[in-house]
């Protein structure tokens, strides 16, 4: 059974920083592109980072320059670095990877995900 579960998220300040885990059991985080996506009330879910099996990655246009993707195959673990947040990175953040086998095509499509975690919420404001 695949279980992704999200830690890290909270509260900051407009400027600060947060470092969200996805630890994963039941799948090798090595094995397929992982990505992190986020949906803010009343908004449709969007990709934010994702990383390619081969250690590539992509970034939405909002994130590129202040957010970071990595992985740490050892503890099965996927990050998102978070600098410079802004009260409209405010949402809850979801960690999700692709079906075993599966060919991930557009890294920042939530239709291409498989496994979802259950969520953490990250709040910025001013």
């Known amino acids: 059974q695949v279980q992704l579960v999200e830690s890290g998220g909270g509260s900051v300040q407009v400027g600060g920083s947060l470092r969200l885990s996805c630890a994963a059991t039941?799948?090798?985080?090595?094995?397929?592109?992982m990505g992190w996506f986020r949906q803010a009330p009343g908004k449709e879910r969007e990709g934010v980072a994702a990383?390619?099996?081969?250690?590539?990655?992509a970034y939405a246009n909002s994130v590129k320059g202040r957010f970071t993707i990595t992985r740490d195959n050892a503890k099965n673990t996927l990050y998102l670095q978070m600098n410079s947040l802004k009260p409209e990175d405010t949402a809850l953040y979801y960690c999700?990877?692709?079906?075993?086998?599966?060919?991930?095509?557009?890294?920042?499509?939530?239709?291409?995900?498989?496994?979802w975690g259950q969520g953490t919420q990250v709040t910025v404001s001013s």
């Open positions: 039941g799948y090798a985080v090595s094995t397929n592109s």
């Open positions: 990383i390619t099996r081969l250690g590539g990655s």
């Open positions: 999700a990877a692709p079906d075993r086998g599966g060919l991930v095509l557009s890294l920042l499509l939530p239709e291409n995900y498989k496994y």
